[in-house]
């Protein structure tokens, strides 16, 4: 049986209004006998529903108007952010609302990939005088590296062995071909470029995010990087890079770290039950400014 939309918001006040009026210990006392029959068709499709709605909660959105991202942009807007670095910019899906909501700011956009790096230009064209296309990548070192991509998807593309191999049956992808790209480090291209200070640095490289923050060392030691947006997601269980140690590296450098959410940022201190692989986007921002961190939290979950 479908049920219409009318009928399923109905049926989600009344879960609301239940749930709402129970103990703690009442929920997972119901919970508990929701799922005692757990392997018949009726339970297993609670299970599947009550998941969904896990994730749901947990914000697993990668479209930016859902996941908080455009958000989060409009609500940068009173702050003036002149210099924004969009490492992994894919064919533009950030940069574009940076662009609109940021009316004041310039971007520099990292595309390793070429044939993707071709479709940015091409999408941010509009914004040419206000946008910096860079047909390589970032990383902890200056050279060649050998990029993995796949012509089936454009972001299917890393410099990290295994990673789009990993993302294949999510991204309908049937090749992938290797090619030498050139990648340099980020204070190498601040100190090319004049660039003394970052106010945005976004970063989605597909399991790279490591070397990407180490081709950084000396902006984040200076503190000349204001704010950091990074993924962190079920890749990075694959890769044995863990969101405690993303958290740690940026309190060591001085910044307070909040998941994203279409609400805001829920600044906190790390806690283990954070490390769920659920993603995925997490905000870092110096400690210092505290206008940007009163003007972009919301409450933490």
């Known amino acids: 049986m479908?049920?219409?939309?009318?009928?399923?918001?109905?049926?989600?006040?009344?879960l609301k209004a239940l749930a709402g009026g129970l103990a703690p210990g009442d929920r997972s006392y119901i919970a508990r006998q929701i799922m005692a029959?757990?392997?018949s068709p009726d339970t297993r499709a609670?299970?599947?529903?009550?998941?969904?709605?896990?994730?749901?909660?947990k914000n697993k959105q990668y479209h930016v108007e859902a996941n908080g991202e455009a958000a989060l942009l409009r609500r940068l807007a009173p702050f003036k952010p002149a210099i924004v670095f969009d490492v992994g910019a894919n064919v533009g899906d950030w940069s574009l609302p940076a662009l609109e909501a940021l009316p004041q700011v310039q971007i520099h956009a990292f595309e390793i990939a070429p044939l993707t790096a071709q479709e940015l230009q091409k999408n941010?064209?509009?914004?040419?005088?206000?946008?910096?296309?860079?047909k390589i990548g970032l990383g902890g070192s200056e050279g060649e590296i050998t990029l993995y991509f796949s012509p089936d998807s454009s972001t299917a593309a890393s410099t990290v062995p295994g990673v789009v191999e990993f993302s294949a049956v999510d991204h309908q992808i049937k090749t992938i071909n290797e090619v030498t790209a050139r990648i340099t480090t980020g204070d190498a291209y601040m100190r090319e470029h004049g660039i003394d200070k970052i106010d945005f640095l976004k970063i989605d490289?597909?399991?790279?995010?490591?070397?990407?923050?180490?081709?950084?060392?000396?902006?984040?030691?200076?503190?000349?990087?204001?704010?950091?947006?990074?993924?962190?997601?079920?890749?990075n269980l694959k890769i044995r890079q863990w969101l405690g140690d993303y958290w740690k590296f940026f309190t060591d450098n001085g910044f307070i770290v909040g998941k994203l959410y279409p609400e805001g940022v829920a600044f906190k201190?790390?806690?283990?039950?954070?490390?769920?692989?659920?993603?995925p986007n997490f905000i870092a921002c110096l400690a210092a400014r505290r206008d940007l961190i009163d003007g972009l939290k919301c409450e933490i979950l």
């Open 37 to 39: 029959d757990r392997f």
């Open 205 to 235: 490289v597909e399991g790279a995010e490591w070397d990407v923050l180490k081709g950084f060392s000396d902006a984040f030691a200076g503190q000349k990087i204001q704010m950091v947006q990074f993924e962190y997601g079920p890749l």
């Open 2 to 14: 479908k049920l219409n939309r009318l009928a399923a918001s109905a049926t989600l006040k009344i």
């Open 269 to 279: 201190a790390f806690d283990l039950a954070d490390e769920d692989f659920v993603g």
């Open 124 to 134: 941010l064209a509009p914004y040419a005088q206000r946008a910096v296309i860079n």
């Open 46 to 57: 609670l299970g599947d529903l009550f998941s969904k709605a896990l994730l749901g909660w």
